[in-house]
Structures are given as C-alpha cells and as structure tokens.
C-alpha cells in the first residue's frame, strides 16, 4: 500500500516560513521523483516544484525564488522550505509520487 502522508502546514503571517514535510513509502519514494502541487480556493491544482531521484529540481516560474525543494532519501522524505510567504500562497498543498497522493496539508497566510 502506497502511502504519502504530508505535514507542517498552518496558519502564518506574511513574511513568514513554512517547511512542508512529505513522508513516503519506501519502495515508491527511491525510485520516482517527487513534487509539491497546491490548490487555491476556487482554482485548479497546479505545479509548485518536482526533485528526480537523482536530485534534479524543477520549479513552477512563480515559485522559483521562494521555495526550495529537497529530499532526504535516508528518511523517505520529500520538503517544501517556503519563504516570504504572501497571502496568494494561501492553498492545500499535496505530495505526489507516481500519481499517489497525500491527504494535503493547509497553508493559509493572513495578517
């Protein structure tokens, strides 16, 4: 059974950081890249950042100088370090391996 369980979203001002956390299962997680996708209220889910296994990042255009995507192939974990947040960011953020996904975690960013 796959599973994707995410982690470290919450409430935070702008200006704040948040690191999201994804934790997978073993045998997908060493051998499939990983992404953060978000969806916004009222919009479809789109692209935040992908790592390959072997380390290669992608980054959506609007994301690029804030997020960075890292994994930990020790821990079976995939982060989200995200920066200067602003209330835009506000969304549910989910982890994706091989079309498994998680639960989502909620990001909300308000004064």
């Known amino acids: 059974q796959v599973q994707l369980v995410e982690s470290g979203g919450g409430l935070v001002q702008p200006g704040w950081s948040l690191r999201l956390s994804c934790v997978s299962s073993?045998?997908?997680?060493?051998?499939?890249?990983m992404g953060w996708y978000r969806r916004a209220p009222g919009k479809q889910r789109e692209l935040v950042a992908t790592i390959t296994q072997f380390g290669s990042t992608n980054y959506a255009g609007s994301v690029r100088v804030r997020c960075t995507i890292s994994r930990d192939n020790a821990k079976n974990t995939v982060y989200l370090q995200m920066n200067g947040l602003k209330p835009e960011n506000t969304a549910v953020y989910y982890c994706?391996?091989?079309?498994?996904w998680g639960q989502g975690t909620q990001v909300t960013v308000s004064s």
């Open positions: 073993v045998w997908i997680f060493s051998t499939n890249p």
């Open positions: 994706d391996c091989a079309n498994y």
